[in-house]
């Protein structure tokens, strides 16, 4: 057997060590691992089930589970008899043509070497099926199929009685496509919708014709009662509260239900030393949409965000299937669009697609992100004079001006401008070992940015190229995604792109340096754009977070503490990588600016960026040029949290006090943990399903930074959008 098929059969026979063993457990056994190589072709396939004592327990045995799968059942050949007004090429359909036997591919024709000749009857079925319609939609009223039969399949929250009484349809009725669908998806009592509402919002609700015959059809509807797919407590397992309580813990972390209402009902029953349990859920709306204003010195910057939570690919194309309004809804995959824009001067759009169980039958996580930016640059003659703008310019020191200099009309400079493309592609699996707790996952990305006189950047003109490779090993076993009591996380990665200086000949040593801009800017910048046309560097993070509660119950003070480092490196030290550096300080959000190529990082209590611009003012780095690059090459942060709810729910709100510690540094060879910014304040975080995290933070900033001149943080008010890793 592959690997996969065994994993497979492992979960579907519902067998676990310490189980109590009867004959109706292994007859049952035998009939879903039959089953379960029936669906896939083997029809001959052989189970025998042999057991042995165990000697290294007492009234134990052993049970081997002998497969031999024997050959898949193909098509050797599909014939048609009475056939007159269809021709045989139409019903099989062809290389450019698709016909009712569509699915159905004969074996030993060369045209069909790449596609399944397994045998099926589910294939069978549709085929059948799919040839009556065909003939009904050539106007031949009378093949239509008159009588059928209803089964059900997988149903285990609600009886087959109740099921076929929500249905309203019984054996013998006409055939009715379009009712049955109504009845078991789109109306409001609806089967599905019986699901929805008790909290089943993975399940899925698919009819299937399994069996034509003459003017009959069996119809086998199979239930898939999605959210079972999180528990770790199936029915037949033998009982284990770490078991429940991780189960508890991932119906919590996904997102659709109340994690403070997730506590199951155990109910034993004594006499026959079994025990259900009630997962008693609430289920809640996380789809969000983030509507947001900002003002820079253009003027009024806007954001429209939305991201749907319970998206499903697999029901995008298909008829009939479960939707909520426009999307089509039930797998529980997430699918976000962002668009934000200052009118002509600033635009930026971006998708994304993300699923934690890619393919329905494993907690294989797979993304994959697009996203495009443009920003103009500002006439050096334009005055924004509104009256928002002249507060902005005392603010950010740009004081008075000369109102017969400057232009209050034309601002954009659209012949300037930096843009930038990307795409990402991103693979994830649960691993076993050392615990199920672990993550690894793999990113491939490609960044494309396209700079034509822009002046506020290492490189003015040109085009430089990022395709890197992300590795991350993560961890994360908190018992709630909006306020954790215990538990913790932590993440290691690294990203990397290929050593282009290894092997493309270019003596980088000998390029013009900083310097060479001041006499023969022209040919800096020429070599700057040669230099990066392809970026490299290999860039180091680790990050991690505890909560420890630190009394009982629900409404607790919490402790939090969080240790970061991140470090970039480079293959050849005569092309340090300008893109992928750090901007330390502030709110620790990003948003557009002169500063598109760096990770932003926060350290509350200080200015957006000061650190990092710091840390070149102290080095020597600093050249006072326009061509300077200001974000730091190393950093890290250290946090001292304590929190307290004050609302726990569908609306969360808490607040918080902290001591925090950080620095950046030009140089990696100069990285210091012990040489810190301090800083302290208090806060408050407010969920709302519809919204997000919000908050607002007031630090005090101990140290000195370079602002300017040199000068402590001081006080600093900082709003948070968005949850922080």
């Known amino acids: 057997m592959k690997k996969s098929e065994r994993e497979d059969l492992e979960n579907k026979l519902g067998m676990a060590k310490g189980m109590s063993l009867t004959k109706n457990l292994i007859d049952r056994a035998k009939i879903l691992a039959t089953k379960y190589f029936d669906d896939k072709g083997y029809k001959n396939a052989e189970i025998d089930i042999r057991q042995s004592d165990d000697v290294t327990g007492k009234n134990q045995v052993v049970l081997d589970v002998y497969i031999d799968k024997k050959a898949k059942m193909k098509v050797r050949r599909i014939i048609f008899d009475g056939n007159e007004k269809v021709a045989d090429k139409k019903i099989k359909g062809g290389f450019f043509s698709k016909g009712a036997f569509g699915k159905i591919h004969e074996a030993g024709k060369l045209g069909n070497f790449f596609k399944a000749k397994k045998f099926t009857p589910e294939r069978y079925g549709e085929a059948k099926q799919a040839l009556i319609d065909k003939y009904n939609e050539m106007g031949f009223r009378d093949a239509t199929i008159v009588e059928r039969n209803i089964s059900w399949v997988g149903n285990t929250v609600a009886n087959t009685d109740a099921l076929n009484k929500t249905l309203g349809m019984v054996k013998g009725d006409v055939y009715n496509q379009r009712l049955m669908n109504k009845r078991l998806i789109e109306d409001d009592d609806a089967v599905h919708n019986f699901y929805y509402n008790n909290g089943y919002v993975f399940s899925s609700v698919e009819p299937t ?404 611009s710091s840390a070149y003012v102290k080095g020597g780095e600093w050249s006072g040029s326009r061509y300077s690059a200001y974000d730091a090459y190393a950093y890290d942060r250290f946090t001292l949290e304590l929190r307290y709810p004050f609302m726990l729910g569908n609306t969360t709100i808490y607040g918080l006090g902290f001591l925090e510690g950080g620095n950046a540094w030009a140089k990696t060879r100069d990285f210091n943990p012990f040489d810190m910014k301090r800083s302290a304040g208090v806060g408050v975080r407010i969920f709302l399903p519809m919204v997000g995290l919000m908050g607002i933070d007031w630090a005090y900033g101990f140290d000195k930074v370079y602002n300017g001149g040199w000068q402590r943080g001081g006080g600093q008010f900082h709003f948070i959008l968005g949850q922080e890793f």
């Not at 009630?278 to 204003?293: C, F």
């Not at 006499?519 to 990066?532: F, L």
């Open 209 to 612: 014709d399994i069996n034509v015959v003459g003017d009959s059809i069996d119809v086998e509807v199979r239930i898939t009662e999605g959210v079972r797919r999180e528990l770790r407590t199936k029915p037949g397992d033998l009982f284990s509260k770490d078991a429940l309580m991780r189960s508890a813990r991932e119906i919590a972390s996904m997102g659709y239900f109340d994690p403070e209402s997730v506590s199951p009902d155990v109910k034993p029953n004594y006499q026959d030393g079994t025990v259900d349990v009630d997962w008693n859920l609430e289920q809640k709306s996380n789809d969000q949409l983030e509507l947001s204003l900002g003002w820079g010195q253009t003027g009024v910057i806007g954001r429209v965000g939305v991201k749907f939570n319970n998206f499903s690919l697999r029901n995008l194309l298909g008829k009939n299937k479960l939707r909520r309004g426009f999307l089509p809804a039930g797998d529980g995959e997430q699918i976000g669009l962002n668009f934000q824009t200052n009118g002509r001067y600033y635009s930026s759009y971006s998708a994304n697609y993300s699923t934690g169980w890619f393919g329905g039958k494993r907690p294989n996580a797979f993304n994959v992100g697009v996203y495009y930016s443009k920003q103009s640059d500002v006439s050096s003659t334009y005055y924004n004079s509104a009256y928002m703008n002249n507060i902005y310019s005392y603010m950010y020191g740009t004081g008075s001006y000369n109102s017969s200099y400057y232009n209050y009309d034309s601002f954009l400079d659209d012949d300037k401008y930096v843009k930038l493309l990307g795409i990402s592609v991103g693979w994830g699996k649960r691993l076993r070992w050392p615990d199920d707790y672990f993550q690894f996952s793999a990113t491939l990305a490609y960044q494309r940015y396209m700079l034509k006189d822009w002046q506020y950047f290492l490189i003015s003109n040109g085009n430089c190229n990022n395709i890197n490779l992300g590795l991350s090993l993560t961890r994360n076993s908190t018992d709630n995604p909006l306020f954790p009591r215990h538990g913790s996380e932590f993440s290691l990665s690294v990203t990397l792109t290929p050593p282009w200086s290894l092997f493309d000949g270019k003596d980088y040593k000998n390029l013009a340096t900083k310097k060479t801009f001041e006499t023969d800017n022209e040919r800096y910048q020429s070599e700057q754009s040669s230099k990066y046309k392809w970026v490299e560097y290999h860039k180091w993070k680790f990050k991690s977070r505890t909560y420890t509660a630190l009394s009982d119950g629900q409404k607790c003070f919490v402790l939090m503490t969080r240790v970061e480092f991140g470090l970039l490196g480079s293959y050849n030290k005569y092309k340090k990588s300008p893109f992928e550096t750090f901007y330390v300080g502030g709110d620790g959000m990003s948003g557009y600016s002169t500063s598109y190529a760096e990770e932003t990082i926060g350290l509350r209590g200080y200015d957006n960026g000061s650190i990092s």
